[in-house]
């Protein structure tokens, strides 16, 4: 697939792409049980069977994503969410970034978030989930890429994850709480890279598409905002008497 252009650039540099689906129609597919062992073998490494439930996609577009859930142990004071099938494509990559072309991604939620089928039904629970299955899906739609410092916005116009979280989009970022390893998942000739969502205000999303990530990621390590999702951690980038 022919690389993509810019649409446009932000004041740092980054450049913006405004998306249109690539209109190929519904596409039904199965899930990559080779991708699929590959991904069970490297949870086996870091947690123990009993811990871990799938929750399977019963209908697919495009790709077949499958949603992990780890739950926190003695060890650990968070649940993991973590998609499955992202990887059974290549996304369409810049020329040159080949070794990008696989992913799958985490979110890290508290330990008292509710994980069951009852309390998905309440969208306060289930947008986690959602928004996984969305970043998975989405570059595979839409013929492009996604990747380290990349954010997506939830909708166009964006809008809120749900009625208690004011969240509007999110950040793509390695992960600083699981172990570095985690991160890289070898899957024979293919190597995934395993991206950690991090949920973002409105004024977040603003302040890095105008200032780019690096200016936005000191704003996080001085707020204290960390990979385990908090739906009631401060707004980073509120205006207080008109600026910044």
Known sequence: ??????????????????????????????????????????????????DVTVFHELISD???????????????DYNIL??????????NVPEGREDLAYAEVVALLPKDWPLT???????????PIRQLKTLARFPHLYGTWVGQGHTIANGNPPQRMSPNCAFEGVILLPGFVLPEEFNTIEAGDKEIN?????????NEMDFKLKKGANALL????????GDIIDITRRDTCKKKFGLF
Do not use: C
């Open 1 to 50: 697939m022919e690389e993509r252009k810019p649409d446009d650039y932000s004041e740092a540099g980054n450049p913006i792409y405004k998306y249109e689906p690539l209109n190929e129609g519904i596409q039904p597919v199965i899930g990559d049980p080779e991708t699929t062992s590959y991904i069970d073998a490297h949870l086996e490494k870091f947690f123990n069977d009993e």
């Open 62 to 76: 495009k790709v077949h994503i499958d949603i992990y859930m780890i739950r926190g142990g003695d060890q650990r």
């Open 82 to 91: 973590m998609t499955s099938g992202m990887s059974s494509l290549p996304m």
């Open 117 to 127: 089928q009852e309390a998905f039904d309440n969208e306060d629970n289930y947008w």
């Open 194 to 202: 395993v991206l950690t969502m991090i949920p973002l205000y409105a």
């Open 218 to 225: 000191p704003l996080f390590d001085k707020y204290n905002v």
